[in-house]
């Protein structure tokens, strides 16, 4: 079964810099698609950011160019660097692993915990 453990969220003023960590274990992690995840309260959860295992890489219209998705297959980590945070940032972040489709559409049994961002106008 697949664990996620999320970490790196907090409490940071609009215009600064949050990097997220997840670590996952439980599956083939370097073949596998990552998403990053956020749900802000009432709204339902969306996909922000994805980086396939070779590397390819896509972001929701609203942090390009601001958020940046990484890998570490050694490490079995997806980071998510998120800078010139706004307010609208504020939510649960989370990470999950499985095919394109899957990530896509966000169709996991399975969740982490999440990590929480907070960010102050």
């Known amino acids: 079964q697949v664990q996620l453990v999320e970490s790196g969220g907090g409490l940071v003023q609009s215009g600064g810099s949050l990097r997220l960590s997840c670590v996952v274990s439980g599956t083939i992690f370097r073949i596998n698609n990552m998403g990053w995840y956020r749900q802000a309260p009432g709204k339902q959860r969306e996909l922000v950011a994805a980086i396939a295992g070779g590397g390819s890489v896509s972001y929701s219209d609203s942090v390009r160019g601001r958020f940046t998705i990484s890998r570490d297959n050694a490490k079995n980590t997806v980071y998510l660097q998120m800078n010139s945070l706004k307010p609208e940032d504020t939510a649960v972040y989370y990470c999950?692993?499985?095919?394109?489709?899957?990530?896509?559409?966000?169709?996991?049994?399975?969740w982490g915990q999440g990590t929480q961002v907070t960010v102050s106008s």
């Open positions: 999950n692993a499985g095919s394109a489709r899957e990530v896509a559409s966000a169709n996991f049994p399975t």
